[in-house]
């Protein structure tokens, strides 16, 4: 029995290890191929394939001894394209730091036409003024209500663009004007400001229009203009006022203003419909208008399309200019300007004044205008000045004009007077060097009206191929006609213009000192 128990329980023992290594050997096996497929779970392929083994046995040894699992691999993009973002755009925001662009639109601008988007203008300037070359942009196929605005300097940075796509529009109604004001759009004390684009400034100009009082000032030649039979309305009427806005102010505003700035531009815009002038340059330095349009009806009261004042190193060209006063107004304290390549009608043709208006000094010098063409304006080239002021125009040139039913194409008119009667003074504006070349077409009433001042007449005028022709349509026809003009014919003129004084005054008419410019 003993021996039989012995043999018993070292059989068994030996069955039990027997077993136990059996299922040691399963258990390993079941390790290694967990250890696999985890390895696989997170793995690119193509890596796993060059790494398979060593990854196994790392996989394998960490699970025994207890070492903190590696981190993840970098997660890579997918192959497959992303999907497509939603058509809906994202609501603009305000330009991120550093951006040279500012669109009204970022600023809240409507440009529907009816809110008014004047403080988002105000806010976009703002933010353009303090970038250098920065541009601020007005969008196209948006009509943004804007009232009374000053783009002003002087600490804005230089070389600001104002990107004019689309359509800025003048309020229509009294309130936003208040007791009245000088300009609309105002530009002022800057360095390198340009206004570009292909969009409109349209100043809403019928509301003032229709208001024009009989008082307002009427261009003096009106009075050489005397019709047949009084075939010609004088002053056609405007349309019926809307009695909902009230009536608007005396005072009408310049549509767009530049102030006290250096090197400005104005170019591929259309300006239309001003309430008074369009354009104006005031004490500015280094001026340059094309390729731009000027737009309102023949009839407008003193709408001048381009003003100069107190201006030089001015130069304007390949522009169409429509308006109801002067298509160039050059008034006191400009020089050096030149105009070519201009069309100009309706309109009052480019005049050089009225200089002088009480009493005050006026100095101009430098001016040239070429290659001009006139349709259907009242006069062609002109210089006016009042009675009773002092100062001098000198070194002028008109050239290459063609005019075509013009109704005065040639004019210096020294008794100047926009209302019903004006004092008779015998200071004067001294005038001298004006040439006239190449100047032909059509007039209706008269070629030449030369007007001089007795105390100071005229001097150095001087006429080259003049060949205007008579077009009888609706008003009475007069020869030329010269007072206290001197200066010299260099060729035959059609019409002749004998009345002009050939060499110099037989007086002495020295100029005095406060003419001095």
């Known amino acids: 029995m003993v021996n039989m128990s012995g043999f018993s329980f070292r059989s068994l023992a030996f069955m039990f290890f027997i077993v136990f290594l059996v299922w040691s050997a399963s258990f390993d096996t079941c390790i290694a191929r967990r250890g696999k497929h985890w390895r696989q779970s997170r793995s690119n392929p193509a890596s796993l394939a060059k790494k398979k083994g060593k990854s196994h046995r790392n996989s394998h040894h960490q699970h025994h001894t207890g070492v903190p699992k590696p981190k993840a691999p970098p997660h890579k993009a997918p192959a ?16 991120q730091k550093g951006s040279t662009t500012f669109n009204v639109l970022d600023f809240g601008a409507k440009g529907n036409g009816k809110s008014d988007d004047t403080k988002a ?21 948006y009509a943004f209500l804007v009232g009374p605005i000053s783009f002003s300097g002087p600490y804005c940075q230089a070389d600001i663009v104002f990107q004019l796509d ?46 024009y009082p009989f008082e307002d000032p009427i261009d003096s030649e009106s009075e050489l203009i005397i019709p047949l039979n009084n075939t010609v309305q004088q002053r056609p009427p405007m349309p019926i006022r809307n009695e909902l806005n009230g009536k ?53 009261p003193n709408t001048d399309g381009i003003h100069l004042q107190n201006s030089k190193d001015v130069l304007i060209h390949s522009t169409d200019l429509a308006c109801g006063d002067d298509c160039v107004s050059i008034q006191t304290g400009c020089t050096n300007v030149y105009i070519h390549n201009v069309n100009c009608g309706p309109g009052h043709g480019i005049s050089i004044g009225g200089l002088g208006k009480d009493n005050t000094k006026a100095c101009v010098s430098n001016i040239t205008v070429r290659d001009i063409v006139m349709h259907g304006t009242m006069t062609g080239v002109r210089v006016k ?14 050239s290459n004009i063609q005019v075509s039913e013009v109704q005065l ?21 001294a005038l001298s060097g004006i040439t006239y070349e190449n100047i032909r077409g059509t007039y209706t009433v008269k070629p030449v009206h030369f007007a001089c001042s007795d105390a100071l ?16 349509e609706q008003y009475h026809l007069y020869d030329p006609f010269c007072w206290q003009t001197f200066g010299e014919l260099n060729t035959p003129t059609m019409p002749p213009i004998s009345c002009l004084q050939i060499g110099k005054p037989s007086g002495n008419h020295p100029q005095r000192d406060y003419d001095a410019c």
């Open 385 to 398: 000045t009042w009675q009773g002021g002092s100062g001098s125009v000198q070194g002028v040139l008109f």
């Open 121 to 141: 203008f105000q806010a976009a300037w703002a933010a353009a003024c303090k970038v250098a070359a920065s541009t601020m942009i007005v969008p196209a196929e």
């Open 166 to 211: 689309g359509t800025i529009i003048a309020p229509s109604n009294a309130n936003a004007w208040g007791r009245g004001l000088f300009q609309w759009l105002e530009f002022t004390k800057l360095v390198g400001i340009t206004i570009q684009g292909k969009g409109t400034i349209d100043g809403s100009g019928s509301v003032w229009w229709q208001d």
């Open 80 to 95: 497959f394209p992303p999907p497509a973002p939603k058509e809906k755009a994202p609501k603009p925001s305000p330009p």
């Open 409 to 429: 194409p040639i004019v210096i008119d020294q008794f100047y007077c926009d209302k019903s009667k004006c004092k008779n003074q015998t200071s004067a504006v």
């Open 248 to 300: 608007m102010p005396s005072m009408k505003p310049t549509a767009l203003r530049f102030y006290g700035s250096f090197n400005v531009t104005v170019t591929g815009i259309t300006i239309q419909n001003s309430p008074q002038c369009h354009l104006k340059f005031d004490n500015c330095v280094g001026v340059a208008v094309h390729d731009m349009r000027v737009s309102s009806p023949g009839d407008s």
């Open 457 to 472: 007449p005229c001097m150095d005028v001087s006429l080259t191929t003049i060949q205007l022709k008579p077009l009888k």
